[in-house]
């Protein structure tokens, strides 16, 4: 059996969907690991890192792969170049993706994609979205303490007490959770507001002060957050405007699966921060949790500057990479179970697992709402 590395081809991605340090567990499944040349760089993995460690690196590692390994999609050029019946692993953004997804299906390629990984328990060790997340609400407060130009924890010296800096944190899932933890880490106090009902334990929990609004939490399927209607959202802006006033940083994380991120703060919010005021927006790749925000760029509204993060993760190659392929690793090893001591890649498509992840399959769109937009 054949395992590829994919090069990733989409700008700015620097992540790569496998390590050298795992190589020698994939051979153990009984694969063959062939590594695209140069597929570890944005990562500092070299080539003979990956040699090293027991893969072949090959120009034509994707034509003889039994299993692609990627993080982003691979392109039209990638999936021309797969055999049919190849599977595929990475992120896959379906529904906005539906000519790759119909490029798939034709190509007979089995497409997984691991934001579909249903997070049940047993596929907690195959969360990508988690582990990536994590990455990014870890940069995203050591962002916002490199654009602060002033000290995160409280200092008392015999030049005076200078006072700690106050984060506000919208949105505390797992990303949100990881901005606080490192908030208060570096010492500032840190209050945070999430929809959900379980969210406002869960910020305590991380040494914070959970912002209590006099609004119904939205809780939706599968521990997800749900869409807000425009009166609610506009009653909940009008509720933090204070608590995004008085922040010298502001940090947003918020999401709804499959939506544009909620605006949680207009720019007349933002205009009401003070000289020197910071916001991160996480969600800026997703339409941007503040008015204003621009992807991949710091903007000023008022005195505050914008940031506005894109592909976060990839700005952490090394560890958003290894979590990542053990994400992969662990997803490979259900796909290819063990049979009278042998090992072959046989999805079960029955499994809840692959059944949930699996987008395309022997030529047809398996993942339902991919399927209805192609029609
Ligand atoms: P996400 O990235 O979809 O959203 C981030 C956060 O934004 C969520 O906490 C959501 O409640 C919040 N949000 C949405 N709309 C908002 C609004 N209008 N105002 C304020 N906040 C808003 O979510 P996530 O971080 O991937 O996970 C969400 C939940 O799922 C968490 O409770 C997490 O612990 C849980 N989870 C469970 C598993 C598992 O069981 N295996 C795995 C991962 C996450």
């Known amino acids: 059996m054949r395992l590829a590395v994919a090069r990733e081809t989409r700008e700015g991605e620097t992540r790569v969907a496998m390590v050298p ?57 990638a999936v021309r ?16 993706e539906l000519g790759l997804v ?44 490199g654009l602060l130009r002033r000290f995160f924890p409280l200092n008392m010296t015999a030049a005076g007490t200078v006072q700690p800096a106050e984060v506000v944190v919208l949105g505390a899932g797992v990303a949100g959770l990881q901005a606080i933890a490192t908030s208060k880490r570096l010492g500032a106090v840190v209050r945070a507001y999430d929809v959900r009902a379980a969210a406002a334990e869960e910020i305590r929990s991380m040494g914070a002060k959970a912002i209590e609004l006099d609004l119904p939490t939205l809780d939706g399927a599968g521990g997800y957050a749900r869409e807000m209607t425009e009166d609610r959202a506009a009653l909940q802006r009008e509720l933090l405007t204070p608590f995004v006033a008085r922040a010298d940083a502001l940090i947003t994380t918020a999401a709804v699966p499959g939506r544009r991120a909620p605006v949680l703060v207009t720019a007349a919010m933002v205009e009401q921060m003070g000289p020197g005021s910071v916001v991160v927006d996480l969600a800026a ?39 990542y392929a053990q994400n992969v690793l662990n ?17 079960d498509f029955d499994d809840e697992i692959v059944a949930g992840a699996c987008v395309t399959h022997e030529g047809v769109v398996r993942h339902e709402p991919s399927r209805l937009a192609l029609e």
């Open 21 to 77: 340090e795992l190589v020698a567990r994939l051979s153990a499944l009984g694969y063959q690991v062939l590594v695209e040349p140069g597929a570890g760089r944005g990562a500092l993995i070299t080539d003979d890192d990956y040699t090293a460690a027991g893969a072949i690196v090959h120009d034509q590692a994707l034509e003889s792969a039994d299993l692609v390994v990627a993080v982003q999609p691979l392109d039209a050029h």
């Open 81 to 96: 170049r797969l055999r049919r019946g190849a599977l595929t692993v990475s992120f896959l953004p379906a529904t906005q």
């Open 102 to 145: 119909a490029d798939l299906r034709d190509a007979g390629v089995t497409a997984l994609a691991m934001e579909l990984v249903p997070r049940i328990s047993r596929a907690q060790s195959m969360d990508a979205l988690s582990s990536q997340s994590l990455v990014s609400g870890y940069r995203c407060a050591i962002v916002a303490a």
């Open 285 to 323: 790749d997703s339409g941007g949790n503040v008015e204003g925000v621009v992807a991949g760029e710091v903007v000023r509204i008022g005195h505050a500057q914008v940031w506005g993060g894109r592909n976060v993760p990839a700005q952490m190659p090394g560890p958003a990479s290894r979590l």
């Open 331 to 347: 997803l490979v090893t259900l796909l290819t179970p063990e049979t009278d001591g042998v090992r072959s890649l046989d999805p």
